[in-house]
């Protein structure tokens, strides 16, 4: 089913979930987006690792771990804050496709995912995560279009010329006569590409410019620029997931803003490597 939606400006008819239909095969735009940035993060992360001296099939092997990881978590954090909409029916918790998955919960299953990778293959662990982080954000700014064809994910009503129209099925109950909302997940995928091509660029500085880049500085500089963003982002959502009266996301979001600015301040300020940082040789560096 078409639905249209005026974004930018102008009307224009946005496809739904579903990307197409052969039979029993239901192929959703989600799933296509979830597979293109993970195949674009591999790729762009073994380019990246080359330059950094790692071998980048050891990026392969750590892009499964990560996809085995970050999935599940991300839906089982989600699924955890908004248990009392799936007591009633539990065969929804695994339905990934329909939308649901926490970037937060993906960050922290992949993280612990490449933390142990790191440990078992020797592999210094703010090194891959360097090399991993530009990635990250570019697939979460690409994933975001997936809450657009979900019609999730959006923010309060609005009348700018940019507004997003939610059909009614998917509207707040408290906003069943409202038809056009801040489209929340245009904002964080533009941010997103932005932290993106920032961080890019700071890695090729850094391969220009030897040691001047301490190792585990773009995984810092990700924490806090995402961070940044998802603050502000996220006080306009209407489906936040909360904890009482905070927002989850933006509770999570000044916790990574203040690991990532004391993890600078250490880099720099005081000179020192972060730890848990594990050398090929298997010497603390």
């Known amino acids: 089913m078409l639905m249209t939606a005026p974004l930018l400006g102008f009307q224009f008819a946005s496809p739904g979930p579903i990307l197409f239909e052969l039979g029993p095969l239901t192929i959703r735009w989600y799933g296509l987006l979830i597979a293109t940035s993970v195949l674009l993060g591999l790729t762009l992360s073994q380019y990246l690792a080359q330059k950094q001296g790692i071998n980048p099939e050891r ?9 085995i990881a970050a999935i599940p978590c991300a839906r089982l954090y989600y699924v955890l804050f908004e248990w009392q909409a799936y007591v009633d029916r539990p065969a929804d918790i695994i339905a990934v496709w329909k939308g649901g998955i926490a970037i937060h919960g993906a960050i922290l299953g992949g993280s612990l995912a490449a933390f142990i990778f790191a440990r078992l293959t020797r592999i210094p662990f703010w090194k891959l995560a360097d090399v991993v982080a530009p990635s990250l954000i570019l697939g979460q700014a690409i994933g975001r279009w997936g ?3 979900n019609s999730e994910a959006f923010g309060r009503p609005t009348n700018l010329p940019w507004k997003l129209y939610i059909p009614p099925a998917q509207r707040p109950f408290n906003y069943q006569t409202v038809e056009y909302f801040h489209p929340t997940f245009l904002y964080e995928s ?4 932005g932290v ?3 961080l890019l660029l700071l ?3 850094g391969v220009r410019h030897p040691n001047r880049l301490k190792t585990g500085s773009l995984a810092m500089i990700y924490l806090v620029s995402y961070s940044l963003g998802r603050i502000w982002i996220e006080g306009l959502r209407t489906d936040s997931l909360m904890l009482g009266p905070l927002r989850i996301a933006q509770v999570v979001s000044l916790v990574g803003i203040s690991l990532g600015i004391m993890g600078l301040v ?7 490597p972060l730890p ?4 090929e040789t298997g010497q603390e560096s």
């Open 147 to 149: 809450n657009f064809f």
């Open 190 to 193: 533009i941010w997103n590409l």
């Open 266 to 272: 250490w880099l720099y300020r005081l000179g020192r």
């Open 59 to 67: 990026v392969g092997d750590l892009a499964i771990w990560l996809v």
């Open 203 to 205: 890695f090729f500085w």
């Open 196 to 198: 993106f091509i920032f």
């Open 276 to 279: 848990d940082v594990v050398s």
